[in-house]
């Protein structure tokens, strides 16, 4: 079965950093691209960043661009997302998932920031 558990979400004051991690199980992580998204209330689901299944290659929204990293460790099966310099903007529900997607959504980790 393939799954996706992210965590690392938390509460956070505007100006912080946390870091998020999704761990896969499943599936040949290392086939994979992977790509992190979020979910602020009332709104759709947005793409926030991506990898290339060997972590040579990133993209970002422009939004997050210069504030967050993504980055991966197919050792551990594991997808990571950096993100400093955090907005009140930032605050969603953080998911993560293939590309192209092949697993159903997670439960996300709740990132908010405010102060």
């Known amino acids: 079965e393939v799954q996706l558990v992210e965590s690392g979400g938390g509460l956070v004051q505007p100006g912080g950093s946390l870091k998020l991690s999704c761990a896969a199980s499943?599936?040949?992580?290392?086939?994979?691209?992977m790509r992190w998204y979020r979910q602020a209330p009332g709104k759709e689901r947005e793409l926030v960043a991506d990898?290339?299944?060997?972590?040579?290659?990133?993209n970002y929204a422009t939004s997050v661009k210069g504030r967050f990293t993504i980055s991966r460790d197919n050792a551990k099966n594991t997808v990571y997302l950096q993100m400093n310099s955090l907005k009140p903007e930032d605050t969603a529900v953080y998911y993560c998932n293939t590309r192209p997607q092949i697993a159903s959504w997670g439960q996300g980790t709740q990132v908010t920031v405010s102060s």
């Open positions: 499943g599936f040949t992580f290392s086939s994979y691209a």
């Open positions: 990898i290339t299944s060997g972590g040579g290659r990133t």
